[in-house]
């Protein structure tokens, strides 16, 4: 059975959440590869052909704090600092 | 009838949850309004409850990608062609009320309906092929006739995996399993989907 989140506070942290940048950086596989993407940016910073590569190029990003790294259905993989 | 309203008949699984998720949330990326009929409603309430937004949707969107069973021992889900002969029965039997209706339907594979449900041949039918990216990119690829300023789909797979991100942190913050498409109701989902696209456009 669906629990009702209470409106007020279940959409006001996905507004919040989408309102903030916090130095994440996510990879996220494409139909050309694997692209990084920075937080709130509309397009990638890069596209490498390979998931590690990605990650590198994602651990190049001045401002990254942690890395997102997705599947291939969105989900998320990993979530690591900056390393 | 609503011209941004989308009715969405598809199947209401954990399976099917990695596609409806970003199915849902592409119709909002491009200024739609999702039409989805909650799974708790009973039979008869329910019908009536198709019947209306069916009645309320220039669009629909059938998925009859689970014509057959997932697994050897399930049985095949007859739901969604079920519904999807409702829709083609209203637009039949009013054809000028309706006039305007629109149909996409969705497939696994682009030709497979032909050897099941071959009297829907001629319309619009798009294969996902099980995978997310695709969903966001047919859908999209649908309605860029009727919008020429949509973004690409690209721009809104990149936004739905950080989406998704936030998804699955805020859920799990608050004691609820991400991957349960009963975690949250449908539109609750669309409502929090609806929200941070409008704040993520903003950046």
């Known amino acids: ?83 | 009838m609503n011209e941004k309203n989308v009715f969405i008949n598809c199947p209401f699984d954990n399976s099917y949850f990695k596609l409806l998720k970003p199915l849902l949330f592409s119709l909002c990326y491009i200024d739609l309004n999702p039409q989805i009929s909650e799974t708790s409603d009973s039979g008869e309430i329910r019908l009536h409850k198709i019947k209306g937004l069916i009645e309320d949707s220039q669009y629909s969107i059938h998925d009859l990608s689970r014509m057959e069973p997932m697994k050897v021992s399930e049985l095949p889900r007859f739901n969604m062609p079920f519904e999807c002969g409702i829709d083609f029965g209203m637009k039949l039997s009013n054809p000028e009320e309706f006039a305007n209706k629109k149909f996409l339907i969705l497939e696994k594979e682009q030709y497979r309906y032909q050897k099941v449900i071959s009297d829907i041949s001629g319309n619009d039918i798009k294969a996902h092929k099980n995978d997310p990216e695709q969903m966001i990119k047919v859908v999209r690829d649908w309605f860029k006739p009727t919008n020429p300023g949509i973004p690409r789909h690209k721009e809104i797979w990149l936004a739905y995996n950080e989406f998704e991100y936030d998804y699955e942190e805020i859920l799990k913050s608050e004691g609820y399993d991400p991957k349960d498409i009963n975690a949250l109701t449908f539109s609750d989902i669309i409502e929090n989907m609806t929200a941070w696209i409008e704040k993520y456009k903003m950046k």
Do not use: Y
């Open chain 1, 1 to 83: 059975m669906a629990k009702k989140a209470t409106k007020s506070s279940l959409t006001s942290k996905f507004s919040k959440a989408a309102s903030t940048n916090s130095g994440r950086v996510h990879v996220v596989p494409s139909k050309s590869g694997w692209s990084v993407k920075k937080e709130g940016a509309k397009r990638s910073t890069a596209v490498r052909q390979t998931k590690d590569g990605a990650i590198r190029a994602a651990r190049e990003v001045k401002s990254s704090e942690r890395i997102i790294v997705h599947k291939k259905d969105g989900t998320i993989q990993s979530n690591n600092k900056r390393g």
